[in-house]
């Protein structure tokens, strides 16, 4: 069965470094996303993107996060300058129109 | 947005069927009820997704009521790989990508022997 991947599975990065958060979503998907679920906490959306564009934003993402489809098969986030509350499981997905299918995250400890 | 309300806990012990119930007052017309379940760190996993009456898949049952202001998921016979997370979701469904998921805080269910 296809599935979501999604490295590293752990990150730990300083305070004000750039992280970038790859994913590779399932090849025949459309729309691809970016959640994340802070420890003890629901599971946040953070973005949407289809055809090379963002779609829908949350105002969680700022304009420290971006989002890139560098090839036909990469979904990236990056946060450019990464700060103590950015520590959170990041969950990427994707779907071409029904259910959503998750990756299984990556750990992004901030210290 | 439709708010929906869950238990935040439920206990059961293996073999017995579970029924998580789900109040979501406001429901729009056009809203799914859409449920998924989520393992301590890993992502969430589609489990069934309804509009009315009663959905049934290899996994799980859900019931919809007439008024649709409350659902209920059916898992029969849990093992104890059924403990997770069980969030309830109402909001557009299927019938086009690119919709957000709105997640609440979810019930722990905790499957014992």
Sequence with gaps: ?111 | LAKTTQPISMDSYEGQEVNITCSHNNIATNDYITWYQQFPSQGPRFIIQGYKTKVTNEVASLFIPADRKSSTLSLPRVSLSDTAVYYCLVGEGFTGGGNKLTFGTGTQLKVEL
């Design chain 1, 1 to 111: 069965e296809p599935e979501v991947t999604q490295t590293p599975s752990h990150q730990v990065t300083q305070m004000g470094q750039e992280v970038i958060l790859r994913c590779v979503p399932i090849s025949n998907h459309l729309y691809f996303y970016w959640y994340r679920q802070i420890l003890g906490q629901k599971v946040e959306f953070l973005v949407s993107f289809y055809n090379n564009e963002i779609s829908e934003k949350s105002e969680i993402f700022d304009d420290q996060f971006s989002v890139e489809r560098p090839d036909g098969s990469n979904f990236t986030l990056k946060i450019r300058s990464t700060k103590l509350e950015d520590s959170a499981m990041y969950f990427c997905a994707s779907n071409r129109g029904g259910e959503q299918y998750f990756g299984p995250g990556t750990r992004l400890t901030v210290t």
